[in-house]
Nanobody, 127 residues
Framework: EVQLQASGGGLVQTGGSLRLSCAASGFTSDEYAIGWFRQAPGKEREAVSCLNTRDGSTNYADSVTGRFTISRDNAKNLVYLQMNNLKAEDTAVYFC????????????????????WGRGTLVTVSS
């Protein structure tokens, strides 16, 4: 059974940092794309970052480039999203999701390709 669970959200002040974790298990293949996404109140869900588990390459949305870092701990089956210099506009529920078919992250903005989703974790950035 495929399971994804995001955690690590919380309340942080502007300029602060948080690290989100995504526990991923149950995949039959070791090669897939795993991404972080977020949905702010009243807005559509959007892509934040993606990691290609085949070659380790990463992609980021322009809004988080230079501030967020996606990484993976293979031994623990965890994927992290390190978020630094947080801004009020980063406030959202954050989700991790997997495309179990292709590890390529080039079109990670296309959310329907991600067929496994976990529950989200709330990040609130106060000014």
């Amino acid at each position: 059974e495929v399971q994804l669970q995001a955690s690590g959200g919380g309340l942080v002040q502007t300029g602060g940092s948080l690290r989100l974790s995504c526990a991923a298990s149950g995949f039959t293949s070791d090669e897939y794309a795993i991404g972080w996404f977020r949905q702010a109140p009243g807005k559509e869900r959007e892509a934040v970052s993606c990691l290609n588990t085949r070659d380790g390459s990463t992609n980021y949305a322009d809004s988080v480039t230079g501030r967020f870092t996606i990484s993976r701990d293979n031994a623990k089956n965890l994927v992290y999203l390190q978020m630094n210099n947080l801004k009020a506009e980063d406030t959202a529920v954050y989700f991790c999701a997997v495309d179990g078919i292709s590890p390529w992250c080039g079109n990670f903005y296309y959310l329907p390709r991600f067929n496994f989703w976990g529950r989200g974790t709330l990040v609130t950035v106060s000014s």
